[in-house]
């Protein structure tokens, strides 16, 4: 049997959000397509559905741009609807002033302006679509809402089928190796009681329980280790609350062998008990 996918269908106005909307899908784990000719789409499906990678949620913007979309669009869709993909459809909707705005804004042209001017490419563009619209499943009117606020809408809207933990990654690494630069947060724990200093524990690293212990040897050390436990808990809702898909948090210590390996390690065992996705990657603990 055919695997199922979940098929969602963005159009709407120019202007309306429908690129901000196809890229907050892609970060829920969409598969994404902008501006596919609707023949096209059946097929598109199919292979989706007999691919070897794991596709099970695409996402597709479909509009006047391409010149046969309202010709054949309703015909492709009900035959979606017969094959039992269940497809859903949402138009994106928006006051002709903001939409004039917008484009006076970004400097664009409207696709259907035809050498007029931007209001009568938005009116004959309404026009054109008025039966997509009274097909759709869902209208947003995004007239009052910014960038973000249209982004949180589409993914509570699609929470149910389509929310994706944000990717926690702790990185371990040593300053005179130079500070990662995929790193969102930067955690210093030079501080911290150093085995580099100590023979029998110099040739080990912060995956050896001897080395963990020494570490953690002087009080605030471990309480600083639980404080930022505590600051991350507070702080990881509020990035993923403005939709940031994924996170590096970087431990540095000296050399990225011992401190910044041990506290990489008791984070990611820590975050692991309360959330999906979260790794540890050592980049120096190998070097000299």
């Given amino acids: 049997m055919a695997k199922k996918i979940d098929i969602i269908i963005l159009s709407g106005l120019s ?28 097929m598109f499906i199919e292979l989706c559905q007999n691919s070897t990678f794991e596709i099970s949620r695409v996402a597709l913007v479909m509009d006047v741009r391409e010149r046969s979309f309202l010709k054949d669009f309703k015909h492709i869709f009900e035959k979606l609807l017969q094959a039992h993909h269940a497809p859903v459809l949402i138009f994106l909707e928006c006051e002709d002033s903001i939409l004039v705005q917008r484009f006076s804004e970004t ?13 009568d490419g938005i009116m004959r563009e309404r026009s054109m679509l008025k039966e997509i619209k009274s097909m759709s499943d869902h209208i947003v009117d995004t007239s009052a809402w910014n960038i973000h606020e249209l982004k949180k809408t589409i993914e509570d809207y699609f929470h149910g089928i389509s929310k994706r933990d944000m990717i926690l990654t702790f990185l371990s690494f040593g300053f005179k190796y130079g500070v990662p630069h995929e790193a969102d947060i930067v955690i210093d724990v030079r501080f911290m009681p150093n085995p580099h200093f100590v ?3 110099k040739n ?16 605030d050390a471990r309480e600083f280790v639980d404080r930022l436990r505590d600051f991350l808990l507070f702080q990881l809702p509020l990035f993923e609350r403005e939709g940031k898909s994924y996170l590096t948090v970087a431990i540095g210590c000296t050399g990225g062998k011992h401190r910044s390996v041990a506290v990489v390690n008791i984070l990611q065992a820590f975050f692991l008990e309360h959330r999906p996705g979260v790794y540890a990657q050592h980049r120096d603990i190998d070097k000299e």
Wanted: charged share 20%; hydrophobic share 35%; glycine share 10%.
């Fill in 107 to 119: 400097r664009r042209q409207h696709p259907l302006s035809e050498g007029g001017t931007v209001l």
């Fill in 15 to 42: 202007g309306s959000g429908k690129s901000t909307a196809l890229r907050t899908l892609e970060d829920l784990g969409f598969f994404c397509v902008d501006n596919l000719p609707i023949l096209l789409l059946p």
């Fill in 204 to 219: 080990f690293t912060g995956n050896d329980d001897a080395v963990v212990q020494y570490v953690l040897s002087r009080q």
């Fill in 199 to 201: 023979p029998e524990l």
